[in-house]
């Protein structure tokens, strides 16, 4: 079965502190995603990649990096985290295609104090 | 750009009860963009629920439909019959045909399915 593994789960970080979100996937994917949550909104767009060692911005990247070492791996990386990152954080893949399925993590809830 | 509302932030319905979430879309892109019910249940990551490629069509999964209605560019979920266990978060969720692939989501639908 499709999956799409990420770490950690929750992580609380202080203000100006440096954080890294991990994502695996084990579906051969080629589109990773990475993705924010705040209470009350959809799920907004923060950076994606279609192919290893290359990465996009996507709607909201302002204050992250993301970093796709390989096929299966993406991280987003939060500098110099702020309070305003407080949000619960998504990873996902999918095949190239506006009709395919695209596959979630579990979330990470990332509180920044 | 493209977004979808869902005007509904929080639903309540008795169990065996009929259900409804609407969700409208606007697409920029050219051409019917696909469209999409994911849900998440407590504890999990999102999960497709449905999805329907073509104009005019209908999706169903797990005793839920939606019909893609591009002149009132709705794709409203509905379900005759709900169960304690349909309690989740709704998303509806449009891809354009063409473009980064990426998902444009709405705002999401609490459902709480009191037994």
């Known amino acids: 079965e499709a999956a799409v593994t990420q770490s950690p789960r929750s992580k609380v970080a202080v203000t100006g502190g440096k954080v890294t979100l991990s994502c695996h996937q084990t579906?051969?994917?080629?589109?990773m995603y990475w993705y924010r949550q705040d209470t009350g909104h959809g799920l907004r767009l923060i950076h994606y990649s279609y192919v290893a060692d290359s990465t996009e911005k996507g709607d909201i990247p302002d204050g992250y990096k993301a970093s796709r070492p390989s096929q299966e791996n993406f991280s987003l990386i939060l500098e110099l985290a702020s309070l305003s990152q407080t949000a619960v954080y998504f990873c996902a893949s999918s095949e190239l295609g506006g009709h395919t399925e695209v596959f979630f993590g579990k979330g990470t809830r990332l509180t920044v104090v | 750009g493209d977004s979808v509302t869902q005007t509904e932030g929080q639903v309540t319905v008795s169990e065996s009860k009929s259900l409804i979430i609407n969700c409208t879309y606007s697409a920029t892109s050219i051409g019917y963009p696909n469209l999409f019910w994911y849900v998440r249940y407590p504890g999990e990551g999102l999960q497709l629920l449905l999805k329907?490629?073509?104009?005019?069509q209908k999706g169903s999964s797990r005793g839920f439909e939606a019909t893609y209605n591009k002149e009132a560019t709705s794709f409203h979920l509905q379900k005759a019959s709900v169960q304690e266990s349909d309690s989740a978060v709704y998303y509806c969720a449009l891809r354009a045909t063409g473009g980064n692939n990426k998902l444009t989501f709405g705002q999401g639908t609490v459902l709480s399915v009191i037994p």
């Open positions: 329907v490629i073509t104009a005019g």
């Open positions: 579906n051969n994917h080629d589109y």
